[in-house]
Each structure stands twice: as structure tokens, then as C-alpha cells.
């Protein structure tokens, strides 16, 4: 599996857009990229998937560089309620299961 | 829709006891996955079964034991706790396990402390 660097926090002020980086420069053609987050002590909640084209959905927007060696999920208009860590994750199609790292803590500040 | 159900939520074992955590979906789903967590690192997958009567390892396998003898359910067994068990466990499901567009569902986890 491809492995993914995110930073370990950041803050975000209430109501901005929050920029979540992520590095994930091994990763091979047949590999997509998912976004997953925790609120404290609650499961893993999916947010967004793609392979090479920029996503967006209800919840956030995926921004996949062209060369797809990195990644930014953007939270367009950050609440209280979107603290929590953001997890980046790799997945190489045909494969059964998620590896999940140690994702970024995001808080959003008032 | 109840989604995934995890039962107990909190449960505290002596060293040396057995107990069984009970993870039940009602999406119809085929996969399901029990990972750990422990203070400040992220999700590690202890085993998981692609289907009824299907189990296989994950990262780390040693120490559980599952079945999946409902496509439902899927259990995940301790036959002699350690203190090194001491997480909190989380199921999840999904539909499929290799398919481009997939999402795993996860319940809302077990906090188990072993003294």
C-alpha cells in the first residue's frame, strides 16, 4: 500500500474554509484516495473518495494534484461540529480493507 | 435503520478472563471488520471475514479470535484477556471489499479496560 503523510493538527477559525493537506507520493494508478473522519469517541464517518478528478459532495470537496502524489480535502465553511481528526487513506483497488494512519486533528475555534 | 450495533459499549475484564464482543448490521452487507484503537493512534484492523463463514487476519490478529456464522454478525472473541487489550473496538461493514467506490460503516465502538 501506498502510505500517506498529513500533518498531525491544525486550527481552523468558524466558518472558513479548512484546507486539509495530504502527501501520498508513492501512490500507484490503480489506487484512490478516501477521506474518513472521527469525532471523539465515534466511529469513522466516510466523507469523500476519487481517483484523479477533483469531488465534491455534500460534506467537502477533494482537490487531487494532476501528478495525484498529493491531496486537499476542503471543509468550505468549517462549524464547531467539524472537530475531529481527518484521516487519509490510500486504498489499493482490490484490496479488502482501509489502513488507517494517524490523520490530522482538526480543530475549529468560535 | 440501526446501521452497525456493537455490543457492550464499555466492559472492564480481569487478566486471564474471556469475553466476546458482538457486532451486528442490518445494511446486508458482506464485509465486516473489527479494528482497535488505542490513546492517540489511529484504527488498526484485527481480523475480518468477506462473507458468511469467512474469516481472515489483519494487522493485528494475535490474541482474538472471530466468527461469522450469520452474514449479519460478527463476533470477536478474547479467550484470555491481557492488559494490552486494553482499547476501544470498533466494527464496521460494507457492502463490498474491492470495489472502486466503497465505504466502510462503522459502529459506535466498545471501550474495553483489562486490569
Redo the contacts between chains.
Keep these: 500500500d501506498a502510505k500517506t503523510t498529513q500533518p498531525p493538527s491544525m486550527d481552523c477559525a468558524e466558518g472558513r474554509a479548512a484546507n486539509l493537506p495530504c502527501n501520498h507520493s508513492t501512490i500507484s494508478g490503480n489506487e484512490y484516495v478516501y477521506w474518513y473522519r472521527q469525532i471523539h469517541s465515534q466511529g469513522p464517518q466516510y466523507i469523500i473518495h476519487g481517483l484523479k478528478n477533483n469531488e465534491t459532495n455534500e460534506m467537502a470537496s477533494l482537490i487531487i494534484t494532476e501528478d495525484r502524489k498529493s491531496s486537499t480535502l476542503i471543509l468550505p465553511h468549517a462549524t464547531l461540529r467539524d472537530t475531529a481528526v481527518y484521516y487519509c487513506i490510500v486504498r489499493v483497488l482490490g484490496d479488502y480493507k482501509l489502513s488507517f494512519g494517524a490523520g490530522t486533528t482538526v480543530t475549529v475555534r468560535a | 435503520n440501526a446501521g ?1 450495533t456493537q455490543t457492550p459499549k464499555f466492559r472492564v475484564l480481569k487478566t486471564g478472563q474471556s469475553m466476546t464482543l458482538l457486532c451486528a448490521q442490518d445494511m446486508n452487507h458482506e ?1 465486516m ?1 473489527w ?1 482497535r484503537q488505542d490513546p ?6 484485527i481480523h ?1 471475514s ?1 462473507g458468511e463463514g469467512t474469516t ?1 487476519k ?2 493485528v490478529p494475535d490474541g482474538y479470535n472471530v466468527s461469522r456464522l450469520k452474514k449479519q454478525n460478527f463476533l470477536l472473541g478474547l479467550e484470555s484477556a491481557a492488559p494490552s487489550q486494553t482499547s476501544v473496538y ?1 466494527c ?1 461493514s460494507s457492502s463490498s ?2 470495489g ?10 466498545t471501550q474495553l479496560s483489562v486490569l
Excluded at chain 2, 40 to 45: A, F, I, K, T
Excluded at chain 2, 100 to 109: I, N, R, V
Design positions: 452497525v464485509y471488520y479494528y492517540g493512534m489511529g484504527l488498526r484492523l475480518y468477506v481472515a489483519g494487522e470498533f464496521a471489499g474491492s472502486a467506490f466503497e465505504k466502510l460503516f462503522f459502529g459506535s465502538g
